[in-house]
């Protein structure tokens, strides 16, 4: 599982203790987040994979592009980025 993955899944867990770590009741925190959390985890990078008009707009112009020569849409290369980082998180290490 990616780290970004683990994160997420120890932040769900943080948030909701009591579902969450149902069977680790005793501790203050899971030493592991159960599945259900993996799978929580998982569905939310996946439901990020569009990024929305908001994020496109706030990403602006990136470092490296020519405004004189533009050939390249930014959308579409911010799209892209986002979308292989987001694939990235979902890898197994």
């Not at 203790?17 to 799978?39: L, M």
């Not at 496109?56 to 799209?79: F, R």
Request: aromatic share 8%; charged share 35%; proline share 4%.
């Amino acid at each position: 599982m990616s780290e970004m993955v683990e994160r997420i899944a120890r932040a769900v867990c943080d948030q909701y203790p009591g579902k969450c770590c149902k069977e680790y009741i005793q501790t203050e925190r899971c030493d592991r987040p159960p599945e259900s959390a993996f799978r929580i985890a998982r569905a939310a990078i996946k439901a990020m994979s569009e990024p929305t008009e908001k994020m496109l707009e706030d990403s602006g112009m990136v470092e490296g592009y020519d405004i004189d020569n533009w050939t390249v849409d930014a959308d579409k290369a911010h799209t892209e980025w986002w979308q292989a980082m987001l694939t990235a998180a979902l890898e197994d290490d």
